[in-house]
């Protein structure tokens, strides 16, 4: 049996958990003296309550090699093949927590860890993907060439609409966050290649919009992409932005979902972004 796992990184529609048969490890976070696993004991809303209420950012941590190995156990079969897509590696530990457990387990079963470098909705696509061509009848050697050639060209461009949460956990300093905050600098993150990189700054909120989607213009042109819109606690301005970029991309298909606790922790509600991926016809 083949079976994908991904990580609390990864953003997607429910549905898709039950459609596309997609296993989440969560990640572990740390209020204080407690800790929660995601979407376990901690949801969205109860994330938000809890930080505006304590004004404290929680820290995250991957799973370790041990959580990795009894999850696996858990949902597979012995023989079975696992894909395990998992965030970036220059981001996170998890991957490498997941080549440990593989290595653990390798008499047991045939894991396959892999590296996104990226996360969010681009985990979720790549996991979609993965199970559509395994459905078709590609081999696991196929469908890693796959993930590998759109892992290239997978982009994930942000706004924060506050500096706040950033501020708290550490990612600017508070003078310059206050700063920011005052003159109403919204700030520009893409990420690609790995690693997120503050890319611009914009005076407003409408103007982050349009920089976001010419930047999504630039990447792709007339080229017809899988495009995602993720937000953090705006759902309005997400069906928002989703309908706009609808008109401007040529799109196969289009998707809207809540960005993870683990990118929320830094960026805060508010955020929003476009999640770009190019088609290959070959996989059609």
């Keep these: 049996m083949f079976h994908i796992v991904t990580d609390g990184a990864a953003d997607m529609p429910l549905a ?31 994330f938000y ?28 079969k012995k023989g079975d093949t696992i894909l395990s897509i998992h965030v970036t590696s220059k981001l996170s530990g998890t991957y490498a927590s997941s080549v440990i457990a593989a290595k653990q387990l390798k008499d047991s079963f045939n894991i396959i860890p892999f590296d996104s470098a990226g996360g969010s909705l681009g985990l979720g696509f790549m996991c979609r993907e993965a199970r559509k061509m395994e459905e078709y009848g590609k081999t696991p050697k196929e469908i890693l060439a796959y993930l590998n050639r759109i892992k290239e060209r997978t982009q994930i461009i942000l706004t924060l609409d506050t500096l706040e949460y950033a501020r708290m956990s550490g990612r600017v300093g508070t003078l310059s966050a206050a700063l920011a ?3 109403n600098v919204k700030p520009i993150a893409l990420l690609k290649d790995g690693v997120i990189d503050m890319v611009g700054k914009v005076r407003t909120r409408r103007k982050a919009l349009d920089r976001v989607l010419e930047m999504g213009q630039n990447a792709y042109g007339e080229e017809e ?18 309908e706009e970029a609808k008109k401007i991309f040529n799109t196969k298909d289009a998707v809207l979902t809540d960005l993870s606790l683990s990118l929320a922790t830094n960026f805060g509600p508010g955020t929003l972004g476009l999640v770009l991926y190019p088609v290959e016809q070959e996989n059609e």
């Design 181 to 183: 905050s005052m003159l």
């Design 16 to 46: 898709w958990a039950d459609e596309y048969k997609i296993h989440t490890i969560p990640i572990n976070i740390q209020f204080g003296e407690k800790s929660y696993l995601q979407f376990i004991d901690l949801d969205f809303d109860s």
């Design 225 to 242: 992409v899988y495009l995602g819109v993720v937000h953090a606690r705006d759902l309005k301005s997400g069906e928002a932005i989703l």
């Design 49 to 76: 309550k809890m930080v505006e209420k304590t004004k404290i950012i929680p820290k995250t941590s991957q799973p370790s090699p041990h959580q990795f190995a009894e999850f696996y156990k858990k949902i597979a």
